[in-house]
C-alpha cells in the first residue's frame, strides 16, 4: 500500500522532522531517510489505511506545522521485498497486481505479472483526482506490450480498474518539456492521456486563444507546496516539483516585503507567489501562455490574493494605495513590453516602481530577457536591486557561467545607468536536469553609482 513520506530540500531541517515524527510515533525506522535528487525523504508509518489519498497535505501531520520550512508529503511505493516471490501489498505494485488477478488474462502468468511489478517506477504523484505515473511506467515492459497487442481493448480496461483502485479519476503518463525553440510556452507535449476526460479535443485554438468553456472542462490538478496553493491543467502547462525547492528559498529573502517584484517568466505562479507570501507590495508578472495564466489566476485566488489579469491591448497602472491594488497583477503578453509598461507609468502617471527582485525562471536559459531586467533595474527607485537569474550548466561550468553572467549583466546595466555595478552574491543549485547537468538559479545584484 502508498507509504506516506516528507519530502524536504533543507539538510538542516531533516533532524528536527525525524525527531517530532518519532515523538508521535509517525517515524517508519524500517524504511528511514533518504537522499534524493530534490533533498531528503524522511518515511512515516502512515499509509492509505489511516490516510486519506485524495488530499494528501502537511495538515496530516500536526507535529510538523510548527517546523518554518518547505515540507511536503508525497506517495511512496513500498518496494521491499517479502520472503517469497510475491511483494507485499505496496501502493502502484499491489494495485497493479490487483488489477491483473481480476482481469485473469490467460496469456499473462504469475512470472509475467512478477516481472511487470519489478519494473513499475517506484514513485508516482497523485494531484487530488489525478494519477501522474512517469513515462516509463507500463508501455516500455514488454510483458504488458504483449498483452495490450493481442488484446487491443485491455489498456482502457485496465486503467478504468486501476484508477478505481487508487480513487483518481484521470491518469497520464508524464514527459519531459520539450526545451526547443518552438515550444516557447513550454506546453507539456508528450504528455499521454490513459483515462479520464481530460477536456475538450487540444487544437491550434485551444492553445492560443482558449475560451471559458476550454478553461471549465479541462481538468485542473493542484497540489500545495510550502503553504501555498497552485493548480495547472497538465494538457497545456508544466509543473516541477523540483521547483519546492528554490520557492522555500524565496521564502527567505531580504527587502521584499512592502516591494514591487517583477517575474518575467510567471507561468502558473511558481515563483511569484511565494513573493507573495513573502510580503511583496505588488508582483507584476509577464506570462504568454493563456493557459498557465488562468492557473495563476486561480491559484492566487485561492490563496486569498487579489490578482489582476491585464491583456495586451489594455492599458492600467497601478493603484497608489497598498490596500486598494491587487497583490498580484498578470501581463498576457510578451515579457518585451514590461519597458513600456514601467515607463508609461513614470511618464503618464508619475509612478516610480521601487522595484527590488526581477525574477528570470526560463530554461534552458533567461539570457534574452537580461537586458529587459537590467533595464528595469535602471528604472527602478530602489538603489539595489536583485536578479535571479535561471539556467541550465553543467555541474563542472557553474563557476564559469557565474563569471560570465556577472560581466555580461554589468555591461547591460551600464548601458542603462552609467556608473552601475554587478556583484554575483549566490548560485542555488535547484535540481538535477540531466546527468551532468544542473539547474541553477543565480543571483546578481544591480548597484546603482
Known sequence: MPVLAIQTPDRQIVKACKTALEKCGHFDKRRGIEKEDNGFLIFTTKTSEVVNLEGITIADFPELLDLKTSLEVIVVSDRHESAGNVRSP?????????????????????????????????????????????????????????????????????????????????????????????????????????????????????????????????????????????????????????????????????????????????????????????????????????????????GAKANGWKVRLVQHDEEWIIESTKDAGPNIVVFLEDNKYAISRIKSAEVKHRVKYNISHINMGLLPSSEQSWPIATELAALSSEDNVALHVHANSALSGIDRWSRTTELELLHLACKFEPGSSVAATHVEKIKSFAPGVMHICGDFSVIKA
Not at 233 to 239: D, G, I
Not at 285 to 296: K, Q, R, T, Y
Open 90 to 298: 505496496s501502493g502502484l505494485s499491489y494495485a497493479v497486481r490487483s488489477v491483473l488477478k481480476t482481469l485473469a488474462i490467460p496469456s499473462l502468468s504469475t512470472v509475467a505479472v512478477d516481472r511487470i511489478q519489478r519494473r513499475l517506477p517506484r514513485r508516482y504523484y497523485i494531484y487530488d483526482k489525478f494519477l501522474l505515473l512517469s513515462s516509463s511506467s507500463f508501455e516500455s515492459i514488454p510483458e504488458w506490450q504483449s498483452v495490450a497487442q493481442d488484446d487491443l481493448t485491455f489498456a482502457n480496461k485496465f486503467y478504468k480498474l486501476l484508477a478505481d483502485r487508487l480513487g483518481v479519476t484521470h491518469i497520464a503518463l508524464n514527459s519531459p518539456i520539450s526545451g526547443d525553440d518552438e515550444n516557447v510556452m513550454r506546453k507539456p507535449t508528450s504528455l499521454v492521456c490513459l483515462y479520464g476526460d481530460f477536456g475538450l479535443e487540444v487544437s491550434r485554438e485551444s492553445i492560443l486563444a482558449p475560451s471559458r468553456e476550454h478553461f471549465s472542462s479541462e481538468l485542473w490538478a493542484a497540489t500545495w507546496q510550502n503553504g501555498v496553493f497552485q493548480t495547472w491543467a497538465p494538457r497545456y502547462t508544466m509543473f516541477s516539483r523540483g521547483n519546492i525547492k528554490e520557492k522555500a528559498r524565496l521564502l527567505g529573502l531580504e527587502n521584499v516585503t512592502n516591494k514591487t517584484i517583477v517575474d518575467l517568466y510567471a507561468g502558473i505562479g511558481y515563483f511569484a507567489f511565494s513573493y507573495s507570501k513573502r510580503g511583496a507590495n505588488v508582483v507584476l508578472c509577464w506570462e504568454i501562455n493563456p493557459w498557465s495564466v488562468e492557473g495563476l489566476l486561480r
